[in-house]
């Protein structure tokens, strides 16, 4: 069964840092291009950032950009996200997703998504 | 930035009911436009992609249609696990996501 479970949410102040992390398992992880897509309570889905195979292509939306930092680690079939200068408006769940064609460039459509993380900016 | 507006907001229908949900982009996404299905607590899950076809293990009751900046999502007869709000998605120039639909119980 194909799997993905993010971690690392949780509250942090303005302006603090947090780490997500995504673990997949039930596929060959480094066939795929990954993302992370977030969600602010009662909104629709933002994309936040991708990331390809290798890591060696890498893309961000310009609302984070500058600020947070995806990787992944294929020999530990897991992605990241370093998030830095939190801000208010950066509250949502946070969703790792896995796109939707293998061993190729990226589609930008996103199946299956994780459960989530919530992450809350406040003070 | 593409904006996707979907309508309506609220779509009241009872169960074997059909459903008709709507997205305009506010340019050509050509066929490069997918919907999500999403429950209270749950993660979004992908129905259709590139306008019209159906992800897998989606029953065949879910279909989509349109291209350029007028797309359908179609139920054809409700069932109780297909209220849920639902989501439109194009990647044609950059990503973005609509607003939603919210399908509920008559």
């Known amino acids: 069964e194909v799997q993905l479970v993010e971690s690392g949410g949780g509250l942090v102040q303005p302006g603090g840092s947090l780490r997500l992390s995504c673990a997949a398992s039930g596929f060959t992880f480094s066939s795929y291009e990954m993302n992370w897509v977030r969600q602010a309570p009662g909104k629709g889905p933002e994309w936040v950032s991708y990331?390809?195979?290798?890591?060696?292509?890498?893309s961000y939306a310009d609302s984070v950009k500058g600020r947070f930092t995806i990787s992944r680690d294929n020999t530990k079939n897991s992605l990241y996200l370093q998030m830095n200068s939190l801000r208010a408006e950066d509250t949502a769940v946070y969703y790792c997703a896995r796109d939707l064609v293998p061993a190729a460039s990226f589609v930008g459509w996103f199946d299956p998504w994780g459960q989530g993380t919530l992450v809350t900016v406040s003070s | 930035e593409i904006v996707l507006t979907q309508s309506p907001d609220t779509l009241s229908l009872s169960p074997g009911e059909r459903a008709i949900l709507s997205c305009r982009a506010s340019?050509?996404?050509?066929?490069?436009l997918a919907w999500y299905q999403q429950k209270p607590g749950q993660a979004p899950r992908l129905l259709i992609y590139?306008?019209?076809n159906r992800a897998t293990g989606i029953p065949a009751r879910f279909s989509g249609s349109g291209s350029g900046t007028d797309f359908t999502l179609t139920i054809s007869s409700l069932e109780p696990e297909d209220f849920a709000v639902y989501y439109c998605?194009?990647?044609?120039?950059?990503?973005?996501f609509g607003g939603g639909t919210k399908v509920e119980i008559k």
């Open positions: 990331i390809g195979r290798s890591g060696s292509t890498i």
């Open positions: 340019q050509s996404v050509s066929s490069y």
């Open positions: 590139d306008a019209s």
């Open positions: 998605h194009q990647r044609s120039n950059g990503l973005t």
